[in-house]
């Protein structure tokens, strides 16, 4: 998604997630997905190696400024 818009990382919070629900299928009978929500304040569930690449861009944030 951030390749895809051209949004730079670096401007948005270390921890968000964004959720999708299935959009109407393509005439083909392919998926398509609709954006539901885009969370930044109450992202929970998330994989193990999380905390570390967390601690690694705040730190990183935090040098740069």
């Given amino acids: 998604m951030i390749d ?3 949004i730079d990382s670096a401007l948005l ?3 968000w997630d964004a959720d999708f629900l299935y959009g109407p299928r393509t005439e083909s009978g392919e998926d398509t997905y609709i954006l539901c929500e885009i969370n930044v304040s109450s992202v ?3 994989p ?3 905390p570390a690449a ?3 861009l705040v730190s990183e944030r935090l ?3």
Wanted: zero cysteines.
């Fill in 4 to 6: 895809l818009l051209n």
């Fill in 13 to 15: 919070p270390i921890i």
């Fill in 44 to 46: 929970f569930a998330i």
């Fill in 48 to 50: 193990d190696q999380a």
């Fill in 54 to 56: 967390i601690a690694r």
């Fill in 63 to 65: 040098r740069k400024k």
